[in-house]
């Protein structure tokens, strides 16, 4: 009963798009700790599932600065933490864009994020 309380509000339809996105991605990005938690600990939610945008919640975290969300996202093995957005902008790139440095050390310290990856413009976060 308490895990329906607690996503009563993120499951809710809305008229704006924006919140017509998938439960954990819209969790990510209002950085809410424990809606977050409860949907990873879910067998059926996919933790790399990106919004209508082709955004992953892990980009959205990131760029945001929300580093113990970015913590918690990073946990599931199956988290692309380089997957880049439509843009080429990865999560290390828009985490460094919005110069979150803390989200930037957590990132840097997971297998597979490459700091030199090029976005689409050939550019990388050094440029």
Not at 101 to 122: A, I, Q
Request: hydrophobic content about 35%.
């Amino acid at each position: 009963m308490g895990m329906m309380v607690a996503l009563t509000p993120i499951l809710l339809s809305s008229s704006r798009s924006w919140e017509k996105l998938e439960p954990l991605w819209r969790a990510s990005k209002r950085a809410d700790k424990e809606v977050v938690q409860l949907l990873l600990a879910l067998e059926d939610v996919n933790p790399d599932k990106p919004d209508h945008k082709d955004i992953a919640p892990l980009r959205s975290t990131s760029s945001n600065g929300h580093e113990w969300v970015v913590r918690l996202r990073l946990e599931p093995d199956d988290v692309n933490p380089d997957k880049p957005d439509t843009d080429s902008g990865t999560p290390l790139w828009w985490a460094s864009y919005n110069r979150h440095e803390g989200v930037m050390k957590l990132l840097l310290t997971r297998d597979g994020v490459n700091p030199n990856k090029l976005d689409r413009y050939g550019e990388s976060l050094l440029w």
